[in-house]
């Protein structure tokens, strides 16, 4: 299984950050596809999941203003997030999780989002 | 909200030293918890998962137990690439990390 995310960068406090993650090799069919961030210096911290069915969760810290999405043609899911402050200043992970024994199995390599002005 | 707790938050320890990593649920969650392993710069890599069961490919130095409320993660004999930041998860709550650093 590999996964790649694309999208991160410098963004204006305000702005909107659309991440993607390319997944290849996803052979489980309970696998949610998954974002996880990590702060500088800080924990981890789940954002936001897509289930197999394509219902979707958010993080109270998000929610309201994330959106999740999935593209099973392309294999690709996107995670948008808008009104961004500092405060969302972190590396995001794309990470498989694996339903039934609730972990997650797989982690992208990370994209770093730095909101500054 | 349900929480977990690890402890200690920093451990320092030498090469060759057992180490024991801590994390406490704050209900129970049978034995629904994973391990992970982190260092600077890359992503978390998963050790363990329902409490004990080694990820395939981790060394066997690394081991887990607990069920309920209250989970160990231990190393049985530091060797050098254990350096990290280690992790306990249940669903979609992590603990808050332990740096585990040379002594």
């Known amino acids: 299984v590999q996964l790649v995310e694309t999208g991160g960068g410098l963004i204006q406090p305000g702005g909107s950050l659309r991440l993607s993650c390319a997944a290849s090799?996803?052979?489980?069919?309970?696998?949610?596809m998954t974002w996880v961030r990590q702060a500088p210096g800080k924990g981890l911290e789940w954002v936001s999941v897509?289930?197999?069915?394509?219902?979707?969760e958010y993080a109270a810290s998000v929610q309201g203003r994330s959106t999740i999405s999935r593209d099973t043609s392309r294999n690709t899911v996107a995670f948008q997030l808008n009104s961004l402050t500092p405060e969302d200043t972190a590396v995001y992970y794309c990470?498989?999780?694996?339903?039934?024994?609730?972990?997650?199995?797989?982690w992208g390599q990370g994209t770093l989002v730095t909101v500054s002005s | 909200d349900f929480q977990l707790t690890q402890s200690p938050s920093f451990l320092s320890a030498s090469i060759g030293d057992r180490v024991t990593i801590t994390c406490r649920a704050s209900?129970?969650?049978?034995?629904?918890l994973a391990w992970y392993q982190q260092k600077p710069g890359t992503a978390p890599k998963l050790l363990i998962y329902?409490?004990?069961t080694l990820q395939s490919g981790v060394p066997s130095r690394f081991s887990g137990s607990g069920s309920g409320t209250e989970f160990t993660l231990t190393i049985s004999s530091l060797q050098p690439e254990d350096f990290a930041t280690y992790y306990c998860?249940?669903?979609?709550?992590f603990g808050q990390g332990t740096r585990l650093e040379i002594k």
């Open positions: 090799g996803i052979t489980d069919i309970n696998n949610y």
């Open positions: 990470a498989t999780f694996l339903s039934g024994y609730d972990y997650f199995d797989n």
């Open positions: 209900q129970g969650i049978s034995n629904f």
């Open positions: 998860q249940q669903f979609v709550t």
């Open positions: 897509i289930y197999t069915s394509g219902r979707t």
């Open positions: 329902a409490a004990s």
